[in-house]
């Protein structure tokens, strides 16, 4: 299962490609509501979520995902659940996947210690202990980083090689039709 914590203030595309295309290759996702049950991204788009984060003790996360957003990034990061949720994937050595300002979070709990990881321009003082990348994407044994929404197919492709295998990844992308590469 891949837990997609949502707050006011998300950046929808950084947050909706992803589900979109991991859904396409057969990946378990649930979209987790962190302020709510339906949760309004920074575009004034608002999105029911699955379940709210009481729901869940989370347990059975192969992988969380924390999109973007400033105020999204700001709420997700001063959620308990959140940030509860991170550490028991840490833990138990499950995926971390990240983009734009959320890995952020990442750094400022520690996760990065000597890590490569990637973030939104201007955010990299806040990978504590990180060793930044201007890549679009940047995998790091169990963390996936993106940059930014321009980055975000390409960053729910390479979560999707990962967890579904770069065959199924493949057929969808060539399904979709996608530029370039993955």
């Known amino acids: 299962m891949v837990y997609v914590f949502l707050a006011d203030g998300f950046e929808e595309t950084e947050a909706v490609v992803p589900i979109d295309v991991w859904r396409r290759c057969g990946i378990s996702v649930t979209t987790v509501g962190v302020t709510g049950e339906y949760v ?14 009481q729901q869940s ?16 990034v700001e709420n997700l990061g001063g959620s308990e659940t ?33 890590k490569k990881a990637t973030c939104y321009p201007g955010f990299e003082g806040k990978l504590k202990g990180a060793f930044p990348s201007a890549q ?13 929404a321009g980055a975000a197919e390409r960053f729910a492709f390479t979560v999707a090689e990962t967890l579904a295998g770069g065959e199924k990844a493949a057929r969808v992308f060539t399904a979709m039709l996608c530029e370039g590469g993955a």
């Open 40 to 53: 309004t991204g920074s575009h004034n788009i608002t999105v029911k979520a699955d379940i709210t984060a």
């Open 57 to 72: 003790d989370f347990s059975d996360a192969e992988a969380i995902f924390l999109p973007g957003g400033a105020r999204g």
């Open 82 to 114: 959140v940030r509860n949720a991170v550490k028991r994937c840490a833990d138990a050595s499950a995926y971390i996947t990240a983009i734009c300002a959320a890995p952020s979070i990442l750094g400022e709990m520690g996760l990065l210690e000597g």
């Open 136 to 148: 679009p994407v940047v995998v790091d044994g169990k963390f996936i980083t993106g940059r930014a």
